[in-house]
């Protein structure tokens, strides 16, 4: 069985047999392709991560913030949810390039994360003044 073969039929054998070829730094026998295809999908699992973790914390601090009405009922949840992604992020930050793509996505991920907060709970200008994607200017001279 050849080491392509192994990939399609036996994932966790090719990973450890990748693992032994790259300790003996045996390159002339590895799967370059699949190792290739599995290095970028870590890469991208990982920023799939920031991105679904931030979404996450984003959506939980705006409830807590600017749903009073829920806050009594539900502000121990939403406080255990918020420590939670915090600390999930704060240990995927620790990478330098991850940190950077963090602070990319950020106004991204804000507007996604206003979508999901439950409009019906505000007046529609009431909503446009608390989730503005821009700052609101002063109109008063």
């Keep these: 069985m050849t080491i392509k073969d192994l990939y399609e039929q036996d994932y966790l054998a090719w990973l450890e047999e990748t693992a032994k070829q790259l300790r003996q730094r ?5 799967d370059w392709e699949h190792l290739r295809e599995e290095i970028e999908a870590l890469g991208n699992e990982q920023r799939h991560k920031v991105d679904s973790y931030l979404l996450q914390l984003l959506i939980h601090l705006l409830l ?5 009405e829920e806050r009594e009922r539900c502000a121990k949840g939403w406080q255990d949810e918020i420590g939670n992604f915090r600390v999930e992020l704060e240990l995927l930050l620790e990478s330098k390039t991850l940190y950077n793509y963090f602070l990319t996505r950020i106004a991204v991920i804000y507007p996604k994360a206003v979508k999901r907060v439950p409009r019906f709970r505000f007046s529609t200008l009431k909503f446009r003044q608390i989730f503005s994607e821009k700052p609101l200017t002063n109109t008063r001279t």
């Design 26 to 30: 045996q390159t002339d026998v590895l």
């Design 64 to 68: 807590y913030q600017y749903w009073p």
